[in-house]
């Protein structure tokens, strides 16, 4: 089976930082595009960052600049920094894999979800 482990959220006070890890398990043939999502309560899951497998990368427009999101493609894990957080970046972040599992085709996995909370 193919499970999305994140780690890192937590408590912060605005301006503070936190660093978000997924790392992705299983029998996986191939890692495509790498992403973290984000729910807020009461909106939609949006996409905050996304990365492929040359590590080119694209974000929301809310979070340039302050959030950076990398890969590791040997430990098959995407990270997400995030600095000078806001209040409004409060929300249950999730990451989201494309990947191709061995023997059986390509799928999207999500993780767990993993909660951020900017208060002072």
């Known amino acids: 089976q193919v499970q999305l482990v994140e780690s890192g959220g937590g408590l912060v006070q605005p301006g503070g930082s936190l660093r978000l890890s997924c790392a992705a398990s299983g029998r996986i043939f191939s890692i495509y595009d790498m992403g973290w999502y984000r729910q807020a309560p009461g909106k939609q899951r949006e996409l905050v960052a996304k990365i492929n497998s040359g590590g080119s990368s694209r974000y929301v427009d809310s979070v340039k600049g302050r959030f950076t999101i990398s890969r590791d493609n040997a430990k098959k894990t995407v990270y997400l920094q995030m600095n000078s957080l806001k209040f409004e970046d409060t929300a249950v972040y999730y990451c989201?894999?494309?990947?191709?599992?061995?023997?059986?085709?390509?799928?999207?996995?999500w993780g767990q979800g993993t909660q951020v909370t900017v208060s002072s």
């Open positions: 989201n894999a494309d990947l191709e599992v061995s023997g059986q085709g390509r799928f999207h996995y």
